[in-house]
Protein backbone atom coordinates (compact mmCIF):
# COMPACT_ATOMS: atom_id res chain seq x y z
CA UNK A 1 0.00 0.00 0.00
CA UNK A 2 1.35 3.27 -0.82
CA UNK A 3 1.72 6.35 1.40
CA UNK A 4 -0.80 8.19 -0.20
CA UNK A 5 -3.19 4.79 0.07
CA UNK A 6 -2.35 4.86 4.21
CA UNK A 7 -2.90 8.52 4.83
CA UNK A 8 -6.40 8.42 3.49
CA UNK A 9 -7.34 5.60 5.22
CA UNK A 10 -5.90 7.24 8.48
CA UNK A 11 -7.91 10.57 7.17
CA UNK A 12 -11.16 8.51 7.04
CA UNK A 13 -10.75 6.61 10.44
CA UNK A 14 -10.02 9.36 12.02
CA UNK A 15 -13.33 11.29 10.55
CA UNK A 16 -14.98 8.26 11.38
CA UNK A 17 -14.14 7.99 14.94
CA UNK A 18 -14.91 11.90 15.71
CA UNK A 19 -18.17 11.63 13.54
CA UNK A 20 -18.78 7.79 16.04
CA UNK A 21 -17.82 9.28 19.19
CA UNK A 22 -20.32 12.36 18.72
CA UNK A 23 -23.41 10.23 17.77
CA UNK A 24 -22.61 8.68 21.34
CA UNK A 25 -22.50 12.13 23.24
CA UNK A 26 -25.93 12.78 21.32
CA UNK A 27 -27.48 9.39 22.25
CA UNK A 28 -26.71 9.34 25.68
CA UNK A 29 -28.13 12.72 25.98
CA UNK A 30 -31.34 11.51 24.39
CA UNK A 31 -31.21 8.63 27.71
CA UNK A 32 -31.34 11.66 30.52
CA UNK A 33 -34.22 11.16 31.35
CA UNK A 34 -35.32 7.56 30.33
CA UNK A 35 -37.94 5.97 32.12
CA UNK A 36 -38.52 2.22 33.00
CA UNK A 37 -41.62 2.30 31.49
CA UNK A 38 -40.22 4.24 28.06
CA UNK A 39 -37.91 1.16 28.39
CA UNK A 40 -40.90 -1.11 27.73
CA UNK A 41 -41.82 0.29 24.97
CA UNK A 42 -42.16 -0.55 21.32
CA UNK A 43 -38.99 0.71 19.23
CA UNK A 44 -39.49 1.09 15.44
CA UNK A 45 -37.85 -2.67 14.69
CA UNK A 46 -40.14 -4.94 14.93
CA UNK A 47 -40.69 -7.32 18.01
CA UNK A 48 -37.73 -5.18 20.47
CA UNK A 49 -38.73 -2.56 22.76
CA UNK A 50 -36.24 0.62 23.38
CA UNK A 51 -34.88 -1.92 25.91
CA UNK A 52 -33.96 -4.62 23.46
CA UNK A 53 -32.05 -1.80 21.00
CA UNK A 54 -30.25 -0.10 24.45
CA UNK A 55 -28.78 -3.91 24.88
CA UNK A 56 -28.12 -4.81 21.89
CA UNK A 57 -25.89 -1.08 21.12
CA UNK A 58 -23.97 -2.00 24.50
CA UNK A 59 -23.16 -5.85 23.78
CA UNK A 60 -22.07 -4.31 20.11
CA UNK A 61 -19.75 -2.34 21.49
CA UNK A 62 -18.30 -5.13 23.55
CA UNK A 63 -18.36 -6.91 20.37
CA UNK A 64 -16.31 -3.99 18.63
CA UNK A 65 -13.99 -4.05 21.21
CA UNK A 66 -13.45 -7.19 21.26
CA UNK A 67 -12.49 -7.99 17.30
CA UNK A 68 -9.82 -5.10 17.66
CA UNK A 69 -8.23 -6.53 20.51
CA UNK A 70 -7.90 -9.80 18.85
CA UNK A 71 -6.74 -7.99 15.38
CA UNK A 72 -3.91 -6.19 17.58
CA UNK A 73 -2.95 -9.88 18.92
CA UNK A 74 -2.76 -11.10 15.24
CA UNK A 75 -5.80 -12.80 14.86
CA UNK A 76 -8.87 -12.77 13.37
CA UNK A 77 -12.03 -12.41 15.97
CA UNK A 78 -15.34 -13.27 15.95
CA UNK A 79 -17.33 -11.05 16.53
CA UNK A 80 -20.04 -12.59 18.74
CA UNK A 81 -19.81 -16.28 20.11
CA UNK A 82 -22.86 -17.57 18.07
CA UNK A 83 -26.08 -16.07 16.75
CA UNK A 84 -28.07 -17.53 19.59
CA UNK A 85 -25.85 -16.02 22.33
CA UNK A 86 -26.19 -12.96 20.51
CA UNK A 87 -29.91 -12.72 20.75
CA UNK A 88 -29.85 -14.45 24.13
CA UNK A 89 -27.95 -11.88 25.41
CA UNK A 90 -30.30 -8.79 24.25
CA UNK A 91 -33.55 -10.69 25.36
CA UNK A 92 -32.11 -11.48 28.70
CA UNK A 93 -30.70 -7.65 29.16
CA UNK A 94 -34.02 -5.69 27.62
CA UNK A 95 -35.73 -5.72 30.46
CA UNK A 96 -33.74 -3.91 33.13
CA UNK A 97 -34.31 -0.81 34.77
CA UNK A 98 -33.75 2.23 32.52
CA UNK A 99 -30.90 3.25 34.85
CA UNK A 100 -29.11 -0.23 34.33
CA UNK A 101 -29.84 -0.05 30.92
CA UNK A 102 -28.24 3.56 30.59
CA UNK A 103 -25.21 2.47 32.69
CA UNK A 104 -24.24 -0.84 30.70
CA UNK A 105 -24.60 1.40 28.01
CA UNK A 106 -22.48 4.18 28.99
CA UNK A 107 -19.52 1.70 30.14
CA UNK A 108 -19.34 0.06 27.06
CA UNK A 109 -19.22 3.05 24.92
CA UNK A 110 -16.44 5.04 26.90
CA UNK A 111 -14.73 0.99 26.74
CA UNK A 112 -14.86 0.89 22.69
CA UNK A 113 -13.29 3.99 22.81
CA UNK A 114 -10.49 3.55 25.17
CA UNK A 115 -10.01 0.45 22.70
CA UNK A 116 -9.77 2.83 19.47
CA UNK A 117 -7.29 5.07 21.68
CA UNK A 118 -5.26 2.47 22.55
CA UNK A 119 -5.24 0.24 19.26
CA UNK A 120 -1.83 0.37 17.15
CA UNK A 121 -1.54 -0.11 13.55
CA UNK A 122 -1.43 -4.32 13.63
CA UNK A 123 -5.05 -3.60 15.23
CA UNK A 124 -5.99 -1.42 12.38
CA UNK A 125 -4.80 -3.38 9.51
CA UNK A 126 -5.73 -6.30 10.99
CA UNK A 127 -9.24 -8.10 10.40
CA UNK A 128 -12.34 -9.95 12.03
CA UNK A 129 -15.32 -12.33 11.22
CA UNK A 130 -18.80 -10.74 11.83
CA UNK A 131 -21.76 -12.43 13.10
CA UNK A 132 -22.80 -14.08 9.57
CA UNK A 133 -18.98 -15.07 9.18
CA UNK A 134 -18.06 -12.44 6.99
CA UNK A 135 -14.40 -10.90 6.72
CA UNK A 136 -14.68 -7.51 7.66
CA UNK A 137 -11.40 -4.98 7.67
CA UNK A 138 -10.35 -3.46 11.34
CA UNK A 139 -10.26 -0.31 8.70
CA UNK A 140 -14.13 -0.04 8.63
CA UNK A 141 -15.05 -1.19 11.67
CA UNK A 142 -15.13 2.28 13.10
CA UNK A 143 -17.85 3.38 10.89
CA UNK A 144 -19.93 0.44 10.85
CA UNK A 145 -20.02 1.34 14.85
CA UNK A 146 -21.20 4.97 13.40
CA UNK A 147 -24.03 3.09 11.85
CA UNK A 148 -25.73 1.31 14.78
CA UNK A 149 -25.17 4.24 16.77
CA UNK A 150 -27.19 6.68 14.31
CA UNK A 151 -29.84 4.08 12.57
CA UNK A 152 -30.58 2.93 15.99
CA UNK A 153 -30.79 6.39 17.70
CA UNK A 154 -33.47 7.23 15.12
CA UNK A 155 -35.49 3.62 16.05
CA UNK A 156 -35.34 4.26 19.62
CA UNK A 157 -38.36 7.00 18.52
CA UNK A 158 -37.05 9.07 21.59
CA UNK A 159 -37.41 12.66 20.13
CA UNK A 160 -34.23 11.91 17.35
CA UNK A 161 -35.40 10.82 14.02
CA UNK A 162 -33.92 10.07 10.49
CA UNK A 163 -33.99 13.38 9.47
CA UNK A 164 -31.80 13.98 12.56
CA UNK A 165 -28.85 11.70 11.45
CA UNK A 166 -25.60 13.26 11.31
CA UNK A 167 -25.25 14.93 7.19
CA UNK A 168 -21.86 13.66 6.95
CA UNK A 169 -23.08 10.64 7.87
CA UNK A 170 -25.50 10.66 5.81
CA UNK A 171 -23.68 11.57 3.33
CA UNK A 172 -21.18 8.79 3.56
CA UNK A 173 -23.49 5.97 4.00
CA UNK A 174 -25.58 7.16 1.39
CA UNK A 175 -22.39 6.54 -1.32
CA UNK A 176 -22.55 2.92 0.22
CA UNK A 177 -25.98 2.03 0.26
CA UNK A 178 -26.51 3.28 -3.58
CA UNK A 179 -23.78 1.06 -4.81
CA UNK A 180 -25.34 -1.71 -2.70
CA UNK A 181 -29.03 -1.29 -4.24
CA UNK A 182 -27.42 -0.82 -8.09
CA UNK A 183 -25.33 -4.18 -7.06
CA UNK A 184 -28.88 -6.23 -6.68
CA UNK A 185 -29.95 -4.94 -9.86
CA UNK A 186 -28.32 -6.10 -13.61
CA UNK A 187 -25.38 -5.47 -14.96
CA UNK A 188 -25.27 -2.58 -11.31
CA UNK A 189 -25.71 0.19 -13.48
CA UNK A 190 -29.76 1.26 -12.75
CA UNK A 191 -30.33 4.56 -11.09
CA UNK A 192 -32.14 5.42 -8.71
CA UNK A 193 -36.09 5.61 -9.28
CA UNK A 194 -36.70 9.25 -9.53
CA UNK A 195 -39.23 9.04 -6.42
CA UNK A 196 -36.26 8.68 -4.61
CA UNK A 197 -34.30 10.85 -6.10
CA UNK A 198 -36.37 13.63 -4.77
CA UNK A 199 -36.45 12.68 -0.95
CA UNK A 200 -34.09 14.44 1.38
CA UNK A 201 -30.91 12.76 1.52
CA UNK A 202 -32.18 11.13 5.20
CA UNK A 203 -34.76 10.80 4.11
CA UNK A 204 -33.68 8.38 1.28
CA UNK A 205 -31.35 6.65 3.15
CA UNK A 206 -33.81 6.03 5.44
CA UNK A 207 -35.77 4.42 2.62
CA UNK A 208 -32.84 2.38 1.39
CA UNK A 209 -32.16 1.14 5.02
CA UNK A 210 -35.51 -0.26 5.13
CA UNK A 211 -36.59 2.04 7.88
CA UNK A 212 -39.46 4.06 6.21
CA UNK A 213 -42.11 3.40 3.41
CA UNK A 214 -42.35 5.84 0.39
CA UNK A 215 -45.40 5.46 -1.68
CA UNK A 216 -45.04 4.91 -5.11
CA UNK A 217 -41.30 2.83 -3.99
CA UNK A 218 -40.88 -0.75 -3.71
CA UNK A 219 -38.96 -2.11 -0.68
CA UNK A 220 -35.38 -2.43 -1.23
CA UNK A 221 -34.81 -5.94 -1.49
CA UNK A 222 -32.23 -7.49 1.28
CA UNK A 223 -29.06 -8.59 0.54
Known amino acids: MSESEQRKIANSLNEHVAGCAAAHQKLLSSLENLTDEQCRQDSRLPNWSRGHVLTHLARNADSHAHLLRCAGLGEIGTQYESVEKRNGDIESGSSRTASELVKDLRSSIYALEAVWASANEKAWSGEGRNLGGRVIEMSSIVFLR ?78
Open 146 to 223: WREVEIHHADLSLGFSYDDLTPLYVRLELDQQIMLWRSRKPMGMTDLPEIAKKLSPSQRLAWLMGRVEVAGLAKPEPL
